[in-house]
Every structure is written in C-alpha cells, then in structure tokens.
C-alpha cells in the first residue's frame, strides 16, 4: 500500500498525509494524528474545551456540557443540520443495534439511546468516551456499551451483528484510502441488511471553497483538522467496496453544506 495520493476533479494530485500507510496497517499513526484535533470538543456557546479537561467536573457540569451540546444541535437554526435526523431516526432506531462511529460527545447517540436504541460509542479519543460514558451514567442509560478505537484491532471487541453503523461528519476527515481501511475493518460488524448512515461534505462545498488540498480545507473547514475530504456516493462506494449497498437517501442539505447518505448492505 502506497503513501495516499489522488487525482481529483482533474486538478492534479492532492497529497498532504503525513503517514506512510504501508507502515500503518492498523492505523495506529493515522489515528494518532487525528487526536491532535478530535479530543476538542464544543463548550457552551462558542467556546471549545478538551474533553480531557471535562473529565474531573461534576457532575452537573457534564450533563451541562451535554445538554448544550444536544440542545445547540437539535432547536432553532440548527434544527436543520442535525435535529432532523435526530427526529427522523429516533424511532428508525428504537430497539436497533447502533455503532456510532466517532461519537465525539455523543450528542446524537445519546439521544437514540435514549428512545431505545442500543448504541455501541466508539472513537479514537479516549477522554470522549470517557465523557460519553459519564454522561450515560448520568442519564441512567443502560443498554449502551463503550469502544475506544486505539487502532483496528480495537473493533475486534465489538458485536457482528449491528444494525446501523453512523458516521455523522467522521469519514470524511481522512483520506479516501485511511476511510478504506478503517470501512473494511468495521463492516466485519455490520451484516447483509444492516444500514451505513453517513454524514459528510459534498463537491460542491469544496468548489465553492476554492478546491483547496484537503489537508488545507481541514484546517479551514474545522480549525486545526489535518484533513476534510468531499464525498459523493460513488466516493463512497470505492470505500465501502467490495461490499453492495442498496441506495435509501442521497442528498444536500443545508445549503450544500453538507450531504447525508443512507444506504442498506445487500452483499
């Protein structure tokens, strides 16, 4: 496997990985690479905190910090980035087997478990399953589990036989070839008829953003993020490849800010 590089949209090739993939089978260094940015979470208002530093609060400060996380995402403006799929899925889900894949605060996840869902939260920072799982607790939610991703060989823990796998904005900050691997690994968990629920950043935001290298979007995109990626759905099929996946919904959303793709297993 070579160090990651790509044509894209004709303009040449866009590298900027810093890890040479042939001596990370198990993305130990990718992912490490990633912490630098991931365990930074939101924090009232606009501020952001490690969610390392969360950790020693008590407890009425960590359902704060969720709660705001939540209620940020789910009223008013926001309502349409993520509080209508919150809405749309939160029965889809009851009862079902999820894995939320870079869970962050869990601020989706959380709220599924709430209405029913059994949700497994994985990610590659520690101190935010640490948080999430304080904040589980707190809730007294109880059909949940608890994955810290350290590499690959982490999902080896897990269930095969999820429902869902959802990914709310975490596969498309990493390249195509990082998000291959890390698929592979994880759809050893989700079997024929399970669902791969995706949110991500479509083409046309990277065109109308300058068609920066993606290791330069990332930074100004999501701040000191070491890379973003637009996805289409034949992108994500490469990704998901060898696997079949039957379409449910493929669209932009929020001004083609982002884009949310559904898709069900059917090989």
Not at 138 to 154: I, N, P
Request: contains cysteine.
């Amino acid at each position: 496997m070579r160090l990651f590089a790509s044509k894209v949209s004709g303009i040449g090739t866009t590298s900027g990985w810093p890890v040479d993939l042939a001596q990370d089978p198990t993305l130990r260094k990718s992912f490490d690479l990633q912490r630098t940015k991931w365990g930074e979470v939101p924090y009232r208002q606009r501020d952001r905190i490690k969610s390392a530093d969360l950790l020693n609060a008590p407890d009425t400060e960590i359902l704060e910090v969720w709660n705001t996380a939540y209620l940020g995402s789910s009223t008013g403006q926001a309502f349409s980035v993520s509080g209508w799929y919150q809405q749309l899925y939160k029965d889809v889900f009851r009862g079902k087997k999820l894995l939320d894949v870079g869970c962050g605060l869990g601020r989706d996840s959380v709220f599924f478990a709430g209405h029913g869902a059994r949700v497994t939260f994985l990610d590659l920072v520690e101190s935010n399953v640490r948080f999430v799982q304080r904040v589980c607790a707190l809730k007294q939610l109880t059909d949940v589990a608890f994955c810290y991703m350290e590499d690959l060989h982490s999902l080896s823990a897990l269930a095969e036989d999820y429902d869902v796998i959802f990914c709310a904005g975490s596969f498309h900050h990493a390249p195509m070839e990082v998000a291959r691997m890390e698929a592979r690994a994880l759809l050893e968990h989700l079997p024929v008829g399970g669902r791969w629920i995706q949110l991500a950043y479509p083409e046309s935001r990277w065109v109308l953003e300058g068609r920066q290298r993606f290791d330069k979007w990332g930074v100004s995109t999501d701040g000191s993020a070491p890379w973003a990626e637009w996805h289409d759905l034949a992108k994500l099929s490469q990704i998901l490849a060898p696997a079949k996946f039957e379409t449910i919904m493929n669209f932009e959303f929020h001004n083609s800010d982002f884009n949310w793709f559904d898709l069900v297993r059917r090989s």
